[in-house]
């Protein structure tokens, strides 16, 4: 049996790139023992070289992450957080997306997430104690058009989360909820990419287009730096709070949309996705929350 790390040991997924790798980085500088996790281990050899530890998971594929979390048990006897970052962002308009690329989504944002939770709980459970990190978004609190089954994948993790916080807390365990708002990261590429494949032939172009235009254009987004520092927080105190929203814009859009009527918010969308399209196309883009 392996003896218990003198460090405390996390888990973290999507670590190959943006959000997640910048989270590896933080908890090294933390001092914590870190595993940073992805299906591209080769887009994770700056992490090694900084003192990371890394492997293969893909959430879409329980015998990997059933591998993962014994290969880290076994080398260090303990697991004391997991961060589920992984996720990816699908576009398009409810009508367009195929009912499989809905479901894909899910699998991902959601039931993969949920049973790598459960892979690590017992561990958690028995040494009574832990912090699950699930990275959600402000599209977790908000929605917007074309954006529907991210969303809807975003709001099912919030009310997991929440509901798992009060199964957990009896044995010491916490539940914590992370919601970026707009981040730098290869995550609006592969939106826009979803987005344009979807929408080729769309009747609701005149969605579609500007929100690729949108997604492409998101040159002035917060560095994930700040997601990495909120994580840290969480992690540094023994009573994290519920849920932390990072940069300002997603505070921004949560607030408004808890303040106001469901006909001013979408008036409020409406105008935002037109000012934000002409930015973007004269070359004068603003963070679009």
């Known amino acids: 049996m392996a003896e218990h790390s003198p460090k405390k040991v996390v888990l973290i997924t999507g670590a190959s790139a943006g959000i997640g790798k910048a989270i590896v980085t933080k908890m090294l500088q933390e001092g914590w023992t870190v595993y940073g996790a992805a299906r591209r281990l080769n887009q994770m050899e700056d992490?090694?070289?900084?003192?990371?530890?890394?492997?293969?998971?893909?959430?879409?594929?329980?015998?990997?992450?059933?591998?993962?979390?014994d290969a880290i048990l076994e080398a260090e006897g303990r697991l004391d957080a997991?961060?589920?970052?992984?996720?990816?962002?699908?576009?398009?308009?409810?009508?367009?997306?195929?009912v499989d690329e809905a479901r894909r989504q899910f699998e991902v944002n959601v039931f993969g997430l949920m049973r790598?939770?459960?892979?690590?709980?017992?561990?958690?459970?028995a040494a009574r104690s832990g912090t699950i990190i699930n990275i959600s978004s402000m599209g977790g609190r908000i929605w917007m058009p074309i954006g529907g089954w991210y969303h809807a994948t975003k709001?099912?993790?919030?009310?997991?989360?929440?509901?798992?916080?009060?199964?957990?807390?009896?044995?010491?365990?916490?539940?914590?909820?992370?919601?970026?708002?707009?981040?730098?990261?290869?995550?609006?590429?592969?939106?826009?990419?979803?987005?344009?494949?979807?929408?080729?032939?769309?009747?609701?172009?005149?969605?579609?287009?500007?929100?690729?235009?949108?997604?492409?254009?998101?040159t002035s987004a917060a560095k994930p730096s700040v997601i990495a520092d909120a994580v840290a927080t969480a992690l540094r105190v023994k009573k994290p709070r519920r849920r932390y929203r990072a940069p300002f814009d997603a505070k921004l859009y949560v607030r408004l949309h808890w303040l106001f009527p469901d006909s001013v918010w979408e008036m409020i969308l409406k105008s935002r996705i037109r000012s934000t399209d002409k930015q973007v196309k004269t070359g004068k883009q603003e963070v679009h929350g």
């Open 155 to 218: 709001h099912a993790l919030e009310v997991l989360s929440d509901a798992l916080r009060m199964e957990v807390e009896p044995f010491g365990v916490n539940v914590v909820v992370v919601q970026p708002g707009a981040i730098e990261s290869e995550w609006s590429g592969i939106s826009a990419d979803n987005l344009e494949a979807s929408s080729k032939n769309s009747v609701y172009r005149f969605f579609t287009e500007p929100m690729a235009r949108i997604l492409r254009g998101y």
């Open 82 to 98: 997991l961060v589920n970052n992984a996720g990816y962002g699908s576009y398009g308009a409810l009508e367009d997306v195929p």
């Open 116 to 125: 790598l939770t459960q892979l690590v709980l017992p561990t958690m459970r």
């Open 47 to 69: 992490l090694k070289q900084a003192g990371a530890k890394t492997l293969f998971i893909d959430v879409t594929d329980e015998a990997s992450m059933a591998k993962a979390v």
